[in-house]
């Protein structure tokens, strides 16, 4: 089952335009949230995160926000560019048992196409 | 400061052989990770180490052993490779501490395992 959950496989932009990418989460415990950015052959990169004493969190031209209520997150990306073609990865941790590192759980990503 | 490294980045087994999958990481991080990732699916943790000398299972450790001899080397060992761990693994690491103010791991850029 599914605790993160990233219901579009893709996604395609026209450069300049806004990109938003959708996550749903399913378990309550969860206060802490990470997007990931992944180009092919390379490993995942940390673009930005969320705690859950937030609802946004903003950097440059990516903002993430944060409806716990409804258990989603989406991140924004203004103006998208062709360089933002990537795979994004929503990722939702929560403290261990013990008490100790938080250790994400990921959704499955989503392929952003931005065309020039 | 090269970061995580992880050799090798492709390797073809035989159904049976054994291998190791390296990374060492030169940040003086305490935490270190490694991740699955099958196609179209999201990131699935085998094992983690807290610190050298430490490790502990994640989601999916069936047939798979670690080590954290030291605090920059974190091998994964397959001893008996089966076409279900053809997938690509990562690893990945952390500052680590009890509060997640240094989120957001640094990843490793992947090994490509095929098993046949």
């Known amino acids: 089952d599914q605790q993160v959950k990233q219901n579009s496989p893709s996604l395609s932009v026209q450069e300049g335009r806004i990109s938003i990418l959708n996550c749903d989460y399913t378990?309550?415990?969860?206060?802490?949230f990470l997007w990931y950015k992944k180009y092919p052959a390379e490993g995942p990169t940390f673009l930005i995160s969320?705690?859950?004493?937030?609802d946004k969190n903003e950097d440059g031209r990516f903002t993430v926000f944060l409806n716990k209520s409804a258990k989603h997150l989406s991140l924004h990306i203004v103006p998208s560019q062709p360089g933002d073609s990537a795979v994004y990865f929503c990722a939702a941790s929560a403290r261990t048992a013990s008490g100790g590192s938080y250790i994400p759980t990921f959704g499955r990503g989503t392929s952003l196409i931005v065309h020039p | 400061n090269a970061g995580v490294t992880q050799t090798p980045k492709f390797r073809i087994l035989k159904i049976g052989q054994s291998m190791t999958l390296q990374c060492t990481q030169d940040?003086?991080?305490?935490?270190m990770y490694w991740y699955r990732q099958d196609p179209g699916m999201g990131l699935k943790l085998i094992y983690y180490s807290v610190g050298a000398g430490i490790t502990d299972k994640g989601e999916v450790p069936n047939g798979y052993n670690v080590s954290r001899s030291t605090t920059e080397d974190f091998p994964l060992r397959l001893e008996l490779a089966a076409p279900s761990q053809t997938s690509v693994y990562f690893c990945a690491s952390r500052i680590g501490q009890a509060l997640p103010i240094d989120y957001g791991y640094t990843f490793g850029s992947g090994t490509r395992l095929t098993v046949v």
């Open positions: 378990n309550s415990m969860f206060d802490y």
């Open positions: 969320i705690s859950s004493i937030k």
């Open positions: 940040m003086n991080h305490n935490y």
